[in-house]
């Protein structure tokens, strides 16, 4: 079945400091890749996404880009910020037309002033 | 638009007792997930419904737990009886039916279960 791994964590960085998340997938078909982040206390809301191969999403100086040929959906930020202090996870949405997301364990990035 | 909505926002219960949550999906969206989120697991989709139908509920817990979806803008989650170990925080989220149509979360349900 579909499956989405992502790197262990937590991650502690120091303000200004570049940020990657790696994350991976498994699915059949072609599935569409986003990227969700819950702040404290909060549900869970979309960060960005991406549909099909090549696709780069991208929001608040966030960015993924959809690889096919690696199966990878790393998320980058070049300058974080202490309030990028959040949960991430990574989710793929299989091609049938349910819409359910398969998820990641997510991962605590917490950001240092 | 308001968003998805979810009631109560903190449940505290003692074991043995029925508990229900309740969510308001966005209005237009026909598709509804119920989420649990622990330490432990994670994050784990309960089931999900299209058009107020069940499509998927093989990630229920166990026969102590219910979900219904009786109109478009109205769905339970029930949990009879409760266990401490069903204390979690419980999402709903809703989205229309397309495979890269994003989920909209509610601001989650915390159960305590004494």
């Known amino acids: 079945g579909d499956s989405v791994t992502q790197m262990e964590g937590p991650v502690t960085l120091s303000e200004e400091a570049f940020l990657t998340i790696n994350c991976t997938y498994t699915?059949?078909?072609?599935?569409?890749l986003f990227w969700y982040v819950q702040y404290p206390g909060e549900g869970l809301q979309l960060l960005l996404k991406?549909?099909?191969?090549?696709d780069k999403g991208s929001n608040k100086g966030f960015e993924a880009t959809y690889r096919k040929e690696t199966t990878s959906f790393h998320l980058e930020k070049g300058s974080v910020q202490v309030s990028d202090s959040a949960v991430y996870f990574c989710?793929?949405?299989?091609?049938?037309?349910?819409?359910?997301?398969?998820f990641g364990k997510g991962i605590t990035l917490s950001v240092r002033p | 638009d308001a968003g998805v909505i979810q009631s109560p926002r903190h449940e505290v219960t003692e074991m043995g007792q029925e508990v229900t949550l309740r969510c308001k999906p966005i209005?237009?969206?026909?598709?509804l997930f119920w989420y649990r989120q622990t330490m432990m697991r994670g994050l784990e989709l309960l089931i999900y419904?299209?058009?107020?139908?069940?499509?998927?509920d093989s990630g229920m817990p166990e026969d102590r737990f219910s979900a219904k979806m009786p109109n478009a803008s109205f769905s339970t989650l029930k949990i009879q009886p409760s266990e401490p170990r069903d204390s979690a925080v419980y999402f709903c989220?809703?989205?229309?039916?397309?495979?890269?149509?994003?989920?909209?979360f509610g601001p989650g349900t915390r159960l305590t279960v004494l």
């Open positions: 209005s237009g969206h026909n598709s």
């Open positions: 991406a549909t099909k191969a090549d």
């Open positions: 699915a059949t078909g072609y599935p569409s």
């Open positions: 419904f299209n058009n107020n139908v069940p499509i998927d």
């Open positions: 989220a809703s989205s229309t039916t397309s495979g890269s149509d994003t989920q909209y």
């Open positions: 989710a793929l949405s299989d091609s049938g037309a349910n819409s359910k997301l398969t």
